[in-house]
């Protein structure tokens, strides 16, 4: 056999045992990494249907549908799709899911774990929590994987759990994962106002058609209320007391309250109630250990984090 011939398949023998060197390598290092036990939750989607009167949800839909944790839904500000995190063995990222298509696309594809996903009102930028720092990171869309620190100029480094952030005039307003307190800072004058302590793990909100948040905050009778910030005054001002153990709600785009207690969907009106009213019990979709959600901002889809029924 020629010389020639011999090297060259030598030589192909020793390039195909590296690459499959490679392969094994990566699939162990893959394997080396710690893994996350995530708890297996699905995002349902309403169809949902309001007057002055009645308040009906519908048509339900099973949007992620597989067997994983898919959590923490928010509507972009047109209503066409939502992003949220997902999780596989060894960290979540930033999906999105489609509601004329049904599809569901990776966001982000980074080494780091991101959740709290929040798109800003022009559906351009997304912020979220990363455990690049334990702070909030945003990034344009199409460069979301080399995001930039939310905080960096005021130095903040207190590890965040959840966050609204008001776009328009800077006000950032987080709860803090290890103090369990709310504080707001602006991102344009780094102005930084401790809020409340003994705050419940929970995402704040903006009140819809409003500048104020929304929080919740345990009182020293033990009791928890959603209460309102105005970043302006400072001012703190009662809402309604949470009747449950499950801390977490959302606002419609008309300014009525949803909260999810024993499987059970509630809603209250601040302006023509005293009292939370029961919409419908979950258990009724075939939908069990229902907990976060969320509302379109054309107000005709709900989105609920839960399970289905065994």
């Known amino acids: 056999m020629p010389t020639r011939i011999k090297f060259v398949r030598c030589l192909t023998l020793l390039v195909f045992a590296i690459l499959c060197y490679q392969t094994y390598a990566a699939e162990q290092a893959k394997d080396a990494r710690p893994k996350v036990s995530f708890p297996h ?3 349902f989607l309403f169809e949902l249907s309001q007057n002055n009167s ?6 339900p839909k099973n949007a992620t549908n597989r067997q994983g944790y898919d959590n923490q839904p928010f509507f972009t500000k047109d209503s066409q799709s939502f992003v949220f995190s997902r999780a596989d063995d060894y960290q979540t990222d930033v999906y999105e899911y489609f509601l004329d298509t049904g599809d569901v696309r990776a966001i982000t594809q980074s080494d780091a774990t991101e959740f709290s996903p929040t798109p800003s009102p022009d559906n351009s930028k997304i912020a979220f929590v990363s455990d690049r720092n334990g702070g909030v990171w945003f990034g344009d869309r199409d460069s979301i994987n080399t995001p930039k620190w939310t905080l960096k100029h005021s130095d903040n480094r207190e590890p965040i759990g959840y966050f609204a952030w008001d776009h328009d005039k800077g006000n950032f307003f987080y709860w803090s994962r290890y103090g369990f307190s709310m504080a707001l800072v602006n991102t344009n004058t780094n102005d930084y106002h401790f809020v409340a302590g003994n705050t419940p793990p929970s995402t704040p909100h903006i009140i819809p058609g409003t500048d104020q948040f929304s929080f919740v905050h345990r009182q020293m009778n033990d009791q928890v ?3 309102a910030l105005d970043p302006n005054t400072k001012a703190i001002r009662p809402i309604v007391p949470v009747m449950g153990t499950n801390n977490n709600y959302t606002w419609s785009p008309d300014g009525q309250i949803l909260m999810i207690q ?7 009106d601040p302006r023509k109630s005293e009292q939370w009213d029961k919409v419908v019990e979950l258990k009724d979709f075939n939908i069990v250990n229902a907990n976060r959600l969320a509302v379109s901002p054309n107000g005709k ?3 609920v984090v839960g399970r289905v029924a065994k």
């Open 262 to 268: 024993n499987n059970v969907l509630f809603r209250f």
């Open 225 to 227: 209320w959603i209460k």
């Open 41 to 43: 939750t699905d995002i």
């Open 54 to 59: 009645s308040f009906t949800v519908k048509n």
């Open 301 to 303: 889809y709900l989105a």
